[in-house]
């Protein structure tokens, strides 16, 4: 029999000191299930945030298992839409920091082969949570403007690249707009400034012609989100699927009031759990095809062992990286 081997936990905290590697059974799949083995995986910010217990879905204990997004390949199959060999990313559920993975068929989406591995890791979250921010809230139309905090993060750097598949413009937030602007202009960034400068938003306004953008993407909250507010047009909308600064957002009342803007949540695994499936797969289809492509990819700082978990998981949180941490779960 195979041997799994998987990364747990035992109480809440910071992964680098709670996560363990413990070994264990490979679980046999029974009807309607699938047993995948995991080639790759990230660790998000989400994943700190489920271990530390600050996510919105709770660890069970005494023993609850890590990981919310990867990739790998079906190794047996008791369900029909899948089998032996084809490769899949995992859609819902946890547990994907491990060799095998035995689940339910529906916990898993299949994708083309087509799509490099540590890209294909990295599709669940980051895209999708781009590109419903760009299609879930207002009807951009080509030469719209769009303005986003963190733009140097996953979903910052998916966002310029999935607008620039869309025709629609961005503005880019980021704390060290000279070490980024090469970088993300590269990627399809129409502005990259510097959100700490004085009179930012009138400078960046003086750049756009004074046209506002019509959504405004926060991944921080706190003054960064204040200043996201001050750009948008009247009637705009900011959508917040993050909290990076872990400070609330407070709006100033003539933004309601004068300027009428609407403020909106983002989060990517309730729309997966409400969305109708064929929803889910046209997506899923259109982020993979641009990654195929190479019109849409993240960048990868450095790859780990699953044994080495607590080191990546220190690394995943250090501020400055350039990218993803990854999971070879192979290894």
Known sequence: MQENKYAIFSECGQPQDKLQVMTGPVTEPQKGEVMVRMLAAPINPADVNFVQGVYGLKPVFPDSRAGLEGYGVVEESAAPGLVSGDRVIMLRGIGSWSRFLTAPADSFLKVADEVDPFQAAMLKVNPLTALRMLEGFVDLKPGDWVVQNASNSGVGRCLIQIAKQMGVKTINFV?????????????????????DEQDVVKKTLELTGGVRPLLASNAVGGESALRLMDMLAPGGTMATFGAMSKKSIKVPNGFLIFKGICLKGLWVTQWLKSSPREEIEAAYARLAGWMASGELSQAVDSVYALDDIREAAAKAQEEFRNGKIILDLGK
């Open 175 to 195: 704390r060290r707009p000279d070490d980024l602007r090469d970088e993300l202009t590269t990627l399809g960034a129409d502005l990259v400034v510097g959100e």
